[in-house]
């Protein structure tokens, strides 16, 4: 069965910590993804990746980067914390070609206190 | 730019009612078209798709339609259960540019009562 899992279901960190949050999905897929999901926002993108150590900005990068040293592993990082990232963001992953049905993770809610 | 417009919510129904959702997009060419579910506490899934025009996928008793004349991929549902209770969304992918990522709506929150 399809797997994306997630290091964290939920966290609470302070202001300015560096927060790592995990991903790793068990597909083979080539592209990785992390959205942040707030009500009445929906979904939106932070960053994707479409191959190893590859990565492109999504639509609101600021105050996030992200890692990818392997095919199976996407790490969102929040350099130091704020109150406006409390969240719950969402990891997902698809293949490059093809039907490119995403596949998501539980989700980790974020509160920075 | 590409975008994707759904119904606002949160939407209530009795158990056995029909269901709608609207959802209609803005985007050049013949873009695939994509309905996902997100049960309370989970991540999304896939819930249909429709990579053509005048596709219809369903899937678990839901239905919607590529309509390429009318822009819309409406969600139908003859007979809703209370397990349906669920946010949806509408997204689509751009079948040319930069088309590695969905272009997603804001979701419509569905509450079924018994």
């Known amino acids: 069965d399809v797997k994306v899992t997630q290091s964290s279901r939920y966290l609470v960190k302070r202001t300015g910590e560096k927060v790592f949050l995990e991903c790793v999905q068990d597909m083979d897929h080539e592209n990785m993804f992390w959205y942040r999901q707030d009500p009445g926002l929906g979904l939106r993108l932070i960053y994707f990746?479409?191959?190893?150590?590859?990565?492109e900005k999504g639509d609101i990068p600021e105050g996030y980067s992200v890692s990818r040293e392997k095919k199976e592993r996407f790490s969102l990082i929040l350099e130091s914390a704020s109150t406006n990232q409390t969240s719950m963001y969402l990891c997902?992953?698809?293949?490059?070609?093809?039907?490119?049905?995403?596949?998501f993770g539980p989700g980790t809610r974020l509160t920075v206190t | 730019g590409d975008s994707v417009t759904q119904m606002e919510g949160p939407v209530t129904l009795s158990e056995e009612a029909f269901l709608t959702i609207n959802c209609t997009y803005t985007?050049?060419?013949?873009?695939?078209l994509f309905w996902y579910v997100q049960y309370p506490g989970e991540g999304l899934q896939l819930l249909l798709k429709a990579t053509k025009a005048d596709d219809k996928g369903s899937n678990k008793g839901f239905e919607a339609t590529y309509r390429k004349e009318t822009t819309s991929f409406h969600l139908e549902k003859g007979s809703v259960q209370v397990s349906d209770s669920a946010v949806y969304f509408c997204?689509?992918?751009?079948?040319?540019?930069?088309?590695?990522?969905?272009?997603w709506g804001l979701g419509t929150s569905l509450a079924v009562n018994p």
């Open positions: 997204a689509l992918r751009a079948n040319a540019g930069n088309n590695r990522k969905l272009i």
């Open positions: 997902a992953s698809s293949f490059l070609a093809g039907s490119y049905e995403q596949y």
């Open positions: 985007a050049t060419g013949y873009p695939s």
């Open positions: 990746s479409y191959d190893v150590k590859m990565k």
